[in-house]
């Protein structure tokens, strides 16, 4: 029963914000690792960020580091990405996913959400 529901995506113009959630079940949320990948049309899909389980480390690709944010609320077992500044290049269909090392939890990479459409355009 692991789900992953992004939701946040929309129509920005270049500069703007965006605040995308992913809301988690059926895992223990607060001890996994949690990442943003993004996949753009014709494109392969690419990591975008990640945090540790109590949100002490955060880690960003190039292209996003400095207007990109990861966060976390484990109370509400939901991790966000605060996207500003946003550029035409950051169009992408943007997914969350999880990491926990656990054996039982071996297969949560896996999991995939539908995602939640970012389109950046004037």
């Known amino acids: 029963q692991v789900q992953l529901v992004e939701s946040g995506g929309g129509l920005v113009q270049p500069g703007g914000s965006l605040r995308l959630s992913c809301a988690a079940s059926?895992?223990?949320?607060?001890?996994?690792?949690m990442s943003w990948y993004r996949q753009a049309p014709g494109k392969e899909r690419e990591w975008v960020a990640s945090i540790t389980d109590g949100g002490g480390w955060t880690n960003y690709a190039d292209s996003v580091k400095g207007r990109f944010t990861i966060s976390r609320d484990n109370a509400k077992n939901t991790v966000y990405l605060q996207t500003n500044s946003l550029k035409p290049e950051d169009t992408a269909v943007y997914y969350c996913?999880?990491?926990?090392?656990?054996?039982?939890?071996?297969?949560?990479?896996?999991?995939w959400g539908k995602g939640t459409l970012v389109t950046v355009s004037s």
């Open positions: 059926g895992f223990p949320f607060s001890n996994a690792a």
């Open positions: 996913r999880a990491n926990l090392r656990w054996a039982s939890y071996s297969d949560l990479t896996n999991y």
